[in-house]
């Protein structure tokens, strides 16, 4: 009956979040914010829909899951690109979050300064699941904003990591004996080393053997074993369960199958996020929320804008754009999930007061809830906050880390974004001698671009100084490549009304960008997976001899009619449709380089008889640059000879694998024989 019973309560919890991210997705709301209200509405304190032991289980499990991906998705490449000033900005809001925490807690509270400092630690962190579901959900990932955010996000939960395996210092420090919990905290570390090297020594044999003989069922069972199985050495070796399914993640991350690894796990990331979240709201206790709401509310919203403008003025400090700074201060003012694992630990192990842990997951969700709302509208947010700032101040920063040899440019190229295709563009230009200057705020991918001899305007190109002062009133073309869309859609407007008669190329990733902006003045906008779906037609048409003319027009009408043909709206009439079927079955051309190795050397037409094998035609063979048409069948085929075919797309393909056949004898030896053969005739 108990089992039915938890059943029962499963397809309650599932079932309620599916009709709640359906309904958040019609509103086009993050649907984060309705699984933490479902929790609340379905928990025990509300309609009792999940009795309290049942929402622990919810809990423990969704939160190793959700860590476990956590920690598998961790990459460096953020901390690279963004180099030190990323650790900077994360040193002075974990230092100015934890210090405001613990003077509150001390002037409103009565608590031990270890445990206000495992407070001022949950505050400061930010919410991994909730930031990069959002990101992922407006394509950001790879934006600016993305990278500094993930950046930060990355160096706080390795702190958060670190501070978990302390806590046996601050139970230590709290009795008034720490000497027992420094004992314990090497050998917790001395523990993990061990385990860790064991583990990358051995982990990637094992896991190609798993790929070998079990394929990706096996592996994706795989993973969720070292997500239990690492959650369950945790607890047995007394760290939070969680934090052994993060490091098991970590583990995986290192491999080599790790993308394989993400690519079976991610279709289970928005489950585990549901099952978190939602069993997240159902530890909240509504009567302790209506008791204390005033105090709640000033808590969350004191919490929401302090931790934001520390973070504003962190990223400002460390180097970028107040623009950018203000995105990231919206998201990441909010508290994380890894603050509620923290502050359950402190709770378990003694050290916070009776009931402290209650209002601490209420706070926690409040910001949540709140962040959440708020990050969808922080761009734009950013750019009217930005824009009330003064100009000249603003601007007088930036310009002090210009290049001031671009102001002597003229006719030039300006490159707003020097990633992947900003760099090759760099190359090409570089080779051909057209001058160019480049905009960008990374300040690694500023000194690459230094490196290859580029001029580099350091600023926001949203800016209109910034296009300014990289020439854009005398340049001849301006490329944006960054991967904001909101962005690029303000450089566009900004450079076209700045120069009516510039030419604006646009790399987007996003097709939904296409028509945006065209219209606000791009002359050409390249959306990077069409046009790698073009260039794969073209070389499969190319297969089938589709002649270059009739190819390099379908091209056109494809990218003429904004790649409707790909989006389900193609702009092409029926009729030049049927004409592009009736070229694939009509009689075609071909040209063929006869080598060496080929059986054909040596041979008449006669011999070699085409025709009658495959159906196609010799109708002239080009030899020393002489064409000789209508070959007869005695014409002797010789090695660098081009062939001239006729015939349809299958004969011709056909008549190239017959030509293509190698000869068993090597070019000597078929000449040797040749001329025996001729002696013999001679002799008959």
Not at 242 to 265: F, K, P, S, T, Y
Not at 267 to 278: G, Y
Not at 465 to 489: C, K, Q, S, Y
Not at 597 to 612: D, P, Q, T
Request: proline share 4%; aromatic share 6%; hydrophobic share 50%.
């Amino acid at each position: 009956m108990h089992d039915t019973q938890f059943l029962g309560q499963v397809a309650v919890l599932f079932g309620t979040a599916v009709l709640v991210a359906w309904i958040f997705r019609l509103a086009k709301a993050p649907t984060i914010i309705g699984f933490l209200c479902t929790g609340m509405a379905i928990g025990p304190s509300s309609w009792g829909l999940i009795d309290q032991h049942a929402v622990e289980q919810f809990a423990e499990v969704g939160l190793v899951l959700l860590l476990f991906t956590i920690g598998l998705e961790l990459s460096p490449a953020p901390l690279l690109r963004m180099g030190f000033r990323v650790l900077q900005a994360m040193g002075i809001i974990t230092v100015a979050m934890i210090s405001l925490t613990v003077l509150v807690l001390n002037l409103f509270g009565d608590m031990s300064l270890s445990a206000a400092i495992l407070i001022g630690i949950s505050v400061s962190l930010s919410s991994t699941a909730i930031v990069l579901k959002q990101l992922s959900d407006s394509g950001e990932v790879q934006s600016t904003k993305g990278n500094l955010i993930t950046g930060i996000l990355l160096l706080q939960d390795v702190f958060v990591i670190i501070v978990m395996m302390l806590i046996p210092m601050f139970v230590g420090s709290s009795d008034g004996d720490s000497s027992n919990g420094i004992v314990t905290i090497f050998l917790m570390f001395g523990g993990l080393i061990v385990v860790a090297t064991v583990t990358r020594k051995i982990l990637p044999s094992f896991i190609s053997q798993v790929m070998r003989h079990g394929g990706q069922e096996l592996l994706t069972l795989f993973a969720v074993m070292m997500a239990c199985g690492g959650a369950y050495l945790a607890q047995k070796a007394g760290w939070p369960p969680a934090l052994g399914a993060c490091i098991a993640g970590l583990l995986l991350a290192n491999a080599d199958v790790r993308h394989q690894l993400v690519a079976e796990i991610t279709p289970f990331r928005d489950v585990f996020n549901a099952l978190f979240f939602i069993a997240l709201g159902m530890t909240v206790q509504l009567g302790n929320v209506l008791a204390h709401w005033p105090i709640l509310l000033v808590a969350v919203l004191t919490t929401l804008i302090l931790k934001g403008m520390i973070t504003l003025g962190a990223v400002k400090l460390a180097g970028w754009p107040v623009r950018i700074a203000i995105q990231v201060g919206v998201g990441l003012c909010t508290v994380s999930e890894f603050g509620y694992v923290l502050a359950s630990e402190a709770d378990a192990a003694g050290l916070l007061p009776e009931g402290f842990i209650d209002m601490m997951v209420a706070y926690t969700v409040g910001t949540m809830l709140i962040g959440a709302i708020a990050f969808p509208i922080g761009n734009d947010m950013a750019t009217r906050i930005s824009a009330r700032f003064s100009k000249k101040e603003e601007e007088t920063h930036q310009l002090s880390d210009f290049d001031i040899n671009s102001e002597e440019m003229d006719n030039h190229v300006i490159i707003v974004g020097f990633g992947i295709n900003g760099e090759n563009l760099v190359q090409v230009l570089n080779a051909t001698q057209i001058s160019h200057s480049v905009i960008e705020m990374n300040q690694g991918l500023v000194h690459k671009a230094r490196e290859m001899g580029s001029h580099v305007v350091v600023g926001d190109a949203t800016r209109v100084t910034i296009l300014e002062h990289a020439g854009i009133m005398r340049a001849r073309a301006i490329v944006v490549a960054v991967n904001t869309p909101e962005d690029t859609r303000r450089i566009v407007s900004q450079a076209r009304r700045l120069r009516p008669d510039i030419y604006i190329a646009v790399r987007t990733y996003f097709v939904t960008e296409l028509e945006p902006l065209s219209d606000q003045g791009a002359n050409v906008v390249v959306p990077a997976d069409f046009e790698a779906s073009v260039k794969i037609f073209s070389h499969v048409l190319e297969e089938f001899d589709i002649p270059r003319n009739i190819l390099a027009a379908q091209i056109a009408a494809v990218r003429a009619g904004g790649y409707g043909l790909f989006r389900g709206r193609s702009t092409s009439t029926p009729e030049s449709m049927e004409d592009l079927l009736k070229v694939l079955q009509i009689t075609a051309t071909q040209t063929f380089y006869l080598p060496e190795s080929s059986s054909a050397c040596g041979k008449s037409v006669a011999e070699l008889n085409i025709r009658s094998k495959v159906g196609a035609n010799i109708i002239a063979v080009v030899r020393d640059r002489q064409p000789n048409t209508n070959p007869g069948p005695d014409f002797i085929l010789k090695a660098s000879d081009v062939l001239v075919l006729v015939g349809a797309h299958e004969q011709l393909h056909l008549a190239k694998k017959l030509l293509e056949a190698s000869s068993h004898l090597s070019p000597t030896q078929r000449s040797k024989d040749d001329s025996e053969s001729t002696d013999q005739n001679d002799e008959g």
